[in-house]
């Protein structure tokens, strides 16, 4: 695992896309993410995309996750985020993203959609996979206690979760989806590098955890220690050792 430390997001994302770009060619796949976190890093992959230095015609990305039974164009969903952060400004085509798309509430249905979306990431290869961290060790939406040989599943949304994303459904519980699909754990360490950003003091516990080099199945970023390219890039705020 390689671990930096920069004076902020900003000089971490520059970082993240330079190491992007030497791993990546013109016909690479891509895993991305969703979230706070990502976005510096997306608009250096859009000004590199401006600046002609790279071009995302024959690029395949696969997200993390999605919401299950949010409407795909909600301007909160996870396709709707992607598209207004990234795809709408790179040369990307439509048909090579892949985003979970759990649609519907209907269990059959999202277990057949669930199995997939596995099988997709199952037939590509994951060149360089962008992770955010939550507070907790969270990576995708795998939460503390989730096995490490996890494939695409549906998680239950904790409470507080739900809660936290209640302001961007109109304060309306009703209208907060309760669940999501994910990659698991296996899904994501199957990527050939993995670059983990990680901004702001509440970061730091989780940095901390990852940096121990123990697997804990209490810390699901603990997952990555024995992955062989791992670079973990961190703002001074979430640096554990300041
Ligand atoms: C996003 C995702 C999440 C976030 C994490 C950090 O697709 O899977 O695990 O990476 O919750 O979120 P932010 O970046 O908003 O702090």
Excluded: W
Excluded at 87 to 112: C, G, M
Excluded at 124 to 152: C, M, R
Excluded at 205 to 226: M, N, Q
């Amino acid at each position: 695992m390689k671990y930096m430390v920069f004076k902020d997001a900003k000089a971490a994302s520059r970082k993240a896309y330079e190491i992007m770009q030497k791993k990546i060619n013109a016909h690479s796949t891509l895993g991305l993410a969703t979230g706070s976190t990502p976005i510096e890093l997306y608009k250096e992959m859009i000004a590199g995309f401006e600046a002609g230095e790279f071009s995302y015609k024959d690029v395949k990305s696969f997200n993390l996750d999605e919401y299950v039974n949010i409407d795909k164009n909600h301007p909160e969903s996870y396709y709707s985020f992607m598209h207004k952060n990234l795809f709408d400004h790179i040369d990307i085509k439509e048909e090579n993203v892949h985003v979970p798309a759990p649609y519907t509430d209907d269990d059959e249905e999202l277990a057949r959609i669930t199995a997939a979306y596995n099988a997709e990431l199952e037939n590509a290869v994951i060149d360089v996979q962008i992770l955010g961290i939550g507070s907790n060790g969270h990576i995708a939406f795998n939460e503390p206690g989730t096995d490490f040989a996890s494939t695409v599943h549906i998680v239950n949304l904790k409470e507080n979760t739900i809660k936290d994303n209640c302001r961007f459904f109109d304060y309306d519980m009703a209208k907060v989806p309760k669940r999501a699909m994910t990659m698991g754990i296996k899904n994501i360490l199957a990527a050939k590098t993995i670059i983990l950003l990680a901004f702001g003091e509440n970061k730091k516990d989780a940095v901390a955890k990852l940096l121990s080099g123990k697997e804990d199945i209490e810390y699901p970023c603990t997952s990555l220690v024995e992955h062989p390219e791992v670079y973990v890039l961190v703002d001074e705020a979430a640096d554990p050792e300041k």
